[in-house]
């Protein structure tokens, strides 16, 4: 039982953060300058859409999967946006904001699942998690050189 809670919570964070992604994988076509934003925000993070996209195509949906998660992601793309403006605004602090964005991912990452069969929602689980170790690891290796000053952004190349 805490094994499948660990796997629905971890799962919501990497959904809530890459939600944007899914719906551009879903069919969203033409992008505002907010999604192309979150959009560069994702590259910065491991390609996240990059990697969502494939991972979808290995899903193998429906049109109507499609046409659900799309819509989806859209009305959490709102969601998302609304409680950002209110922590902005002033109106909710960053606080509750986090706890909001976090109730939020669980509802968001519950649609998903609802949306998906199960095993389906199996595969994207186990996809999700090669993933993000794959982008442990990296970052791993980015830490590793920073520390010994290897990697291709170290100064002065000597001869």
């Not at 796997?7 to 959904?15: D, Q, V």
């Not at 300058?33 to 979808?56: F, S, W």
């Not at 922590?87 to 649609?111: H, M, P, S, W």
Request: proline content about 0%.
């Amino acid at each position: 039982m805490k094994k499948i809670i660990t796997t629905i919570i971890t799962l919501s964070l990497a959904i809530g953060i890459t939600s944007s992604a899914m719906a551009q994988a879903a069919g969203l076509s033409g992008q505002t300058g907010k999604q192309e934003q979150t959009d560069t925000k994702a590259r910065a993070h491991g390609q996240a859409r990059v990697n969502m996209q494939e991972i979808l195509a290995k899903l193998n949906l429906s049109d109507d999967q499609k046409a659900k998660l799309k819509d989806q992601m859209t009305k959490n793309q709102a969601a998302t946006a609304d409680i950002r403006k209110q922590v902005k605004e002033g109106t909710l602090t960053k606080e509750d904001g986090k706890k909001k964005q976090q109730e939020l991912r669980k509802e968001n990452q519950k649609a998903i699942h609802s949306i998906l069969t199960k095993d389906q929602a199996k595969q994207l689980a186990a996809l999700l998690k090669e993933a993000r170790e794959k982008k442990k690891e990296g970052s791993e290796d980015k830490a590793t050189d920073a520390k010994t000053g290897t990697g291709s952004s170290t100064k002065g190349g000597g001869n």
